[in-house]
């Protein structure tokens, strides 16, 4: 059995306390390793070894700094296969989708902060008539916290770390324990890098536990956070009472708006993906379709078919569309959201149960679901499932489409497709959404602002909005 260790001072260490939690493997439901359970003194060991680290990191040239980030990105690419199959069994996802976005991404997550730490600039203002002159000095905070939730493991961890570490900060950092293996595998490669030991520390362990031992460390400057509204609300509330800096990425229930005048098979494409990659765990899926009434027929038959045609699969199935569910716990609470359509909120078009894979009837596969709707009060349209479940529903007009999209407490992406400019700006403007798409779904460009509004978060990540917010910024006056 694997037993996964922190990596607290440039060493991979065992938990002080000796306490250990089962990792399972969501596509088989065995337990397949073991991670530690730390408690408060393995922070405290974290937090030593980070603020020891931090005068020289702080201080350490921004090309070198630079050049140690693009090291690790190199060494993810190099390990891309290691590191895809290890998330792939970790979370349950397709091999595929690992290889070809997760992994990829972390090492472009670590190459793009590596660049944008050199392209870093602080502004000036000549106070003109006053001969005076006004700097900002952008210094990093010290040592922070980031922490990741287990759809997109690696991912998302990386896209806090990198930043965090390219503004010269030290980090304590605490991937989801549900999905902790890649996160312990990054640890080999910041060794192998030669980021000096104590710059970035991997701390594991429960979130009730170690993640809120870590939110609570008095000396912690900031919170990077991703995850459910509920914990995010709770973090909150606990930097508030010590002013830290807190940047939140909370859950989201987007609409996906769909117009008669669209590129047709192109929405129909993105939107098979916007509803169900990554088994619908992706904080940005389109899980609300808002369709006009005069195509709505037309969609509802072409999706439901193209729905039942996804392969489910083990995820070391090259072909597998859909791998396995999370964990036990989460399919049980998609599972109960579904049974909110049996008892009346909504009318089941396809899918809907659960799926045995032969020789791994163990495993939690679910099939994709799509469930019509004609109440936008009820849960399955105000509540996130985070799963392979999306509503459907018709509007009429656009002031309707509008209405329904803004209509949950949720405000992160939406996507619009129409090919009308009156319209698009009209939605592009109106939509309460951190992130709008049109034409398209999860778009990405790393130097734009993400986050979201209402319960979807507060703050931005993502470009220079990361690196200023890993940055406390001083002005300077100087009179001559
Ligand atoms: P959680 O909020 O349960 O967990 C997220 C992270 O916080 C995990 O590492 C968790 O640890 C940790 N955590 C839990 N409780 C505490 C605590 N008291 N103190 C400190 N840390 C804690 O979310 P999930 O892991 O269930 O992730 C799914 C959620 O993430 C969804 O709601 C989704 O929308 C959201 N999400 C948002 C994104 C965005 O960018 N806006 C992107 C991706 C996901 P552990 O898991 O070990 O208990």
Known sequence: MIKILNFIDGQFQEPVENQWLDNVSPASGEIYSQSPNSTASDIELAYQAAAK????????????????????????????????????KDNGKPINLAKTVDIPRAASNFRFFAQAITQFSSESHESVGQNAINYTLRKPLGV???????NLPLYLFTWKIAPALAA????????????????????EICQEAGLPKGVLNIVHGEGPVTGQALIEHADIKAISFTGGTATGVHIAKLAGAHLKKVSLELGGKNPNIIFADCDYEKMLDTTMRSSFANQGQICLCGSRILVEESIYEKFKTDFIARTKSLVIAHPDNEDADLGAIVSHAHMQKILSYIDLAKQGQGKILCGGKQVAIEGYENGYYLEPTVIEIDSIDCQLNQ????GPVVTIMPFSTEAEALQIANSTAYGLS???????????????????????????????????????????????????????????????????
């Open 144 to 150: 922070v916290a980031c922490i990741s939730p287990w």
């Open 414 to 480: 939406a996507s619009v497709w129409t090919n009308d400019l009156k319209r698009t700006m009209k939605f592009t403007q109106e939509l309460q959404a951190g992130i709008v798409w049109v034409n398209t779904w999860m778009l990405r460009d790393l130097r734009t602002p993400f986050g979201g509004l209402k319960a979807s978060g507060i703050g931005r990540e993502g470009g220079l909005e990361a690196l200023r917010f890993f940055t406390e910024t001083k002005n300077v006056c100087i009179q001559y």
């Open 168 to 187: 010269g900060n030290c980090v304590i950092a605490k991937p989801s324990e549900v999905t902790p293996m890649t996160a312990f595998l990054l640890g």
């Open 53 to 88: 680290a931090f005068p020289a990191w702080s201080q350490t040239d921004i090309n070198q700094r630079a050049r140690v980030l693009s090291k690790i990105a190199n060494l993810l690419e190099e390990g891309l296969e290691k590191f895809a199959r290890a998330e792939s």
């Open 383 to 386: 509540e996130e499932i985070f």
